[in-house]
T-cell receptor, first 115, second 113 residues
Framework: QQQVKQSPQSLIVQKGGISIINCAYENTAFDYFPWYQQFPGKGPALLIAIRPDVSEKKEGRFTISFNKSAKQFSLHIMDSQPGDSATYFC??????????????FGTGTRLQVTL | DTGVSQNPRHKITKRGQNVTFRCDPISEHNRLYWYRQTLGQGPEFLTYFQNEAQLEKSRLLSDRFSAERPKGSFSTLEIQRTEQGDSAMYLCASSLGAGREQYFGPGTRLTVT
């Protein structure tokens, strides 16, 4: 059972455009939602993360929008650049104390930013 | 470089052989995680240590897999009697205290022929 569903699977955006990647979850115990960026042959790198007590978080060109009632969150990349071309993963973590803080990942979105 | 390091970066082995990977977490990070990533998929949780204690193992971690973190610093992941289905990228991550942020290493790519 896929606990975090991510879409689209791939995305092509022109340079300067806005890239939008969406994720949805079912487990209401999730209370931490990070996004990771991964280049080929590299490990995932933490980009930005949000807790469900806020609806939006912005860091530079990256913004997370969070809709707790819909159990959805999204990553917006403003002014997309060719260097942003990578695979992006959403993830989620349960907030229970005393249990392992493992991440559950989405299936990834391959972003290509064209000139 | 003070990030998470993993060795080797690549490993090619024949089916049935045993392999061992090493992960060195960020200094002072007391939590260490192993994940497995197959082509085109997101990482999947395998196991997790807090200091030297292994606190959770995924059902993905069959009895052919064993992980240790003997002194609460580096960790090893051993796969016995490798199978072609074990071919994947094995990722290690670490985090500090109660912090949620997990920082990943570059991974070890295993190919079983």
């Amino acid at each position: 059972q896929q606990q975090v569903k991510q879409s689209p699977q791939s995305l092509i955006v022109q340079k300067g455009g806005i890239s939008i990647i969406n994720c949805a979850y079912e487990n209401t115990a999730f209370d931490y939602f990070p996004w990771y960026q991964q280049f080929p042959g590299k490990g995932p790198a933490l980009l930005i993360a949000i807790r469900p007590d806020v609806s939006e978080k912005k860091e530079g060109r990256f913004t997370i929008s969070f809709n707790k009632s819909a159990k959805q969150f999204s990553l917006h990349i403003m002014d997309s650049q060719p260097g942003d071309s990578a695979t992006y993963f959403c993830a989620a973590m349960e907030g229970k104390t005393g249990t392992a803080s493992k991440l559950t990942f989405g299936t990834g979105t391959r972003l290509q930013v064209t000139l | 470089d003070t990030g998470v390091s993993q060795n080797p970066r690549h490993k090619i082995t024949k089916r049935g052989q045993n392999v061992t990977f090493r992960c060195d977490p960020i200094s002072e990070h007391n939590r260490l995680y192993w994940y497995r990533q197959t082509l085109g998929q997101g990482p999947e949780f395998l196991t997790y240590f807090q200091n030297e204690a292994q606190l959770e193992k995924s059902r993905l971690l069959s009895d052919r897999f064993s992980a240790e973190r003997p002194k609460g610093s580096f960790s090893t992941l051993e796969i016995q009697r490798t199978e072609q289905g074990d071919s994947a990228m094995y990722l290690c991550a670490s985090s500090l205290g109660a912090g949620r942020e997990q920082y990943f290493g570059p991974g070890t790519r295993l190919t079983v022929t």
